[in-house]
């Protein structure tokens, strides 16, 4: 069994994921863990085909069943032969190496959530998204731990 799988949700994204691969592999190897990358795609390009095909990397292309985010975890989830899921966005705009501090505190909650929002986070989003951020903290908080990104 792996101990780790990482769902990357991804859409044209073969560019950051051709950065993103050799980041995850480096923090997963340092971690000691054995682990699968899921790239997830509605409608996968050519470039990322390639990018799987070719890649030294344990990594497969799932197609989600249908357009949008939570499809593509949906999809990601199902397929996970990890003991622990972990998510990152295909964009560059999760650092992989935090892929760590979740690891390490996988064992102080059944979710463990990295968030920009504690002490030393910080995030860069639109207005709107930054507005819904209150109700998504809400529904988190209720038995979750977070970890600072």
């Known amino acids: 069994m792996l101990d780790l799988t990482i769902v990357l949700p991804a859409q044209d994204n073969a560019d950051s994921l051709a950065q993103l691969l050799p980041r995850v592999a480096e923090t997963t190897a340092r971690l000691g863990v054995a682990y699968e990358i899921l790239i997830v795609e509605h409608a996968p390009d050519a470039a990322t085909h390639t990018l799987v095909t070719d890649s030294p990397y344990a990594v497969r292309l799932l197609p989600a069943g249908q ?39 996988r064992h102080q909650g059944e979710i463990v959530i990295g968030s920009r929002y504690m002490p ?12 819904a951020q209150p109700i998504a903290k809400r529904y988190l908080s209720l038995g979750v731990v977070a970890a600072g990104t």
Do not use: E, H
């Not at 560059?92 to 760590?100: E, Q, R, W």
């Not at 030393?120 to 507005?131: K, P």
């Open 67 to 105: 357009p949008g985010f939570g499809s593509a975890l949906r999809t990601g989830f199902a397929a996970a032969a990890g003991a622990y899921i972990i998510t990152l966005a295909a964009d560059l705009s999760d650092d992989p190496t935090f892929i760590a501090t979740l690891w390490q505190t």
């Open 120 to 131: 030393g986070g910080s995030a860069q989003m639109s207005l709107v998204r930054w507005g």
